[in-house]
């Protein structure tokens, strides 16, 4: 997927047109009534043609009706799960709300180099905060949820506790990355699995 990479953090080229929408707003009210309707009539027919052809965020994926009906995965405490479903992710905010642990998400892809390097740093601090979940969410994988939860850059890291954001953080370092942990989730303890 084309990205756009300005230091340690990478855009995929597919948040243009929220850009591009968003500008839309101040420049509409600037252009005669005829032409803005014009363009607002090619961007619709262009959207649909993106939508038509399954271009990643702009649509619904394939099967996607049937993801909130899916079993939702378990994850293991202690180490780097990833996210299969937004049900899945739903179900980890109940029960971090109803059993006192922090969800640590870490919205990621492939082609992006940054994330691809904070990996290792991230399965470490993992193992240290055994008794925290921290997932990995493939940004292409979960447009969706990736466009729920307003990340507009990789990587992009997010900390729950009970079910709410308390913070995040959009292309840290590594030691950015374990200060903010300790920040929000005290000091690391050493061991294996939590739960």
């Given at each position: 997927m084309p990205v756009i990479c300005i230091g340690p953090i990478?855009?995929?080229?597919?948040?243009?047109p929220a850009i591009v929408f968003f500008l839309w707003k101040f420049a509409k009210p600037l252009l005669p009534k005829e032409w803005a309707e014009r363009v607002e009539q090619?961007?619709?027919r262009f959207m649909d043609f993106l939508r038509e052809k399954g271009v990643p965020g702009f649509g619904k994926k394939k099967g996607a009706a049937s993801a909130p009906n899916q079993a939702v995965s378990a994850v293991t405490f202690g180490e780097v799960n990833h996210l299969t479903s937004a049900a899945q992710l739903d179900e980890l905010q109940r029960r971090s709300k109803q059993e006192s642990w922090a969800l640590v998400l870490d919205f990621t892809a492939p082609w992006c180099k940054p994330c691809q390097a904070l990996k290792p740093r991230f399965q470490e601090l993992a193992r240290q905060y055994p008794k925290d979940c921290f997932l990995e969410v493939d940004a292409d994988e979960?447009?969706?949820v990736t466009a729920k939860h307003g990340?507009?850059?990789l990587p992009t890291f997010q900390i729950y506790r009970h079910g709410e954001q308390v913070t995040t953080s959009t292309g840290c370092d590594e030691a950015a990355l374990a200060k903010l942990l300790s920040e929000h989730l005290g000091a690391p303890t050493e061991g294996k699995k939590g739960q």
């Amino acid at each position: 997927m084309p990205v756009i990479c300005i230091g340690p953090i990478c855009v995929p080229w597919s948040v243009i047109p929220a850009i591009v929408f968003f500008l839309w707003k101040f420049a509409k009210p600037l252009l005669p009534k005829e032409w803005a309707e014009r363009v607002e009539q090619q961007m619709t027919r262009f959207m649909d043609f993106l939508r038509e052809k399954g271009v990643p965020g702009f649509g619904k994926k394939k099967g996607a009706a049937s993801a909130p009906n899916q079993a939702v995965s378990a994850v293991t405490f202690g180490e780097v799960n990833h996210l299969t479903s937004a049900a899945q992710l739903d179900e980890l905010q109940r029960r971090s709300k109803q059993e006192s642990w922090a969800l640590v998400l870490d919205f990621t892809a492939p082609w992006c180099k940054p994330c691809q390097a904070l990996k290792p740093r991230f399965q470490e601090l993992a193992r240290q905060y055994p008794k925290d979940c921290f997932l990995e969410v493939d940004a292409d994988e979960m447009d969706d949820v990736t466009a729920k939860h307003g990340v507009m850059g990789l990587p992009t890291f997010q900390i729950y506790r009970h079910g709410e954001q308390v913070t995040t953080s959009t292309g840290c370092d590594e030691a950015a990355l374990a200060k903010l942990l300790s920040e929000h989730l005290g000091a690391p303890t050493e061991g294996k699995k939590g739960q």
